[in-house]
């Protein structure tokens, strides 16, 4: 899978997707720190890459609608987190990724599980 690691996220987490087969890019790497959210989606969009992160402004489906990108991971972790919550976090997305595609979807990663935020495929629907 195709990701880019928000500037949030440094290099043992993009060593550890890399690890396990992934091609990782970062936002540090491309010089795009401090960019805005919607400079940083639309360059992981140019780039048909999934953005990793642990800023909660991509958890709004209403602000960025999963189905325009090629993926959002969210890593939520605990009120206080340690090293140990982060491993744990990209462990449970690493397990993730094996199992199916972030394409088109928003991912909440937490140690353990990952939710999968589902687009009302018919907006009229109620």
């Excluded at 890459?49 to 972790?77: H, M, Q, W």
């Excluded at 744990?88 to 928003?106: F, H, K, M, N, Y």
Aim: hydrophobic share 35%; aromatic share 4%.
């Amino acid at each position: 899978m195709r990701l880019k690691l928000d500037e949030n996220l440094g290099v043992r987490t993009a060593a550890m997707l890399r690890d396990a087969g992934h091609d990782v890019t970062t936002v540090v790497a491309e010089g795009l720190c401090s960019a805005t959210d919607s400079t940083l989606i639309e360059a992981c969009r140019a780039e048909g890459r999934c953005l990793v992160t642990l800023d909660l402004e991509f958890s709004n489906p209403l602000l960025f609608k999963p189905s325009d990108y090629r993926g959002i991971a969210v890593l939520r972790l605990s009120r206080k987190p340690g090293p140990q919550d982060l491993f744990d976090a990209v462990q449970t997305l690493i397990g993730g990724l094996a199992r199916g595609s972030p394409d088109r979807r928003l991912w909440i990663v937490q140690r353990g599980r990952i939710r999968e935020y589902q687009e009302d495929e018919d907006p009229g629907h109620e």
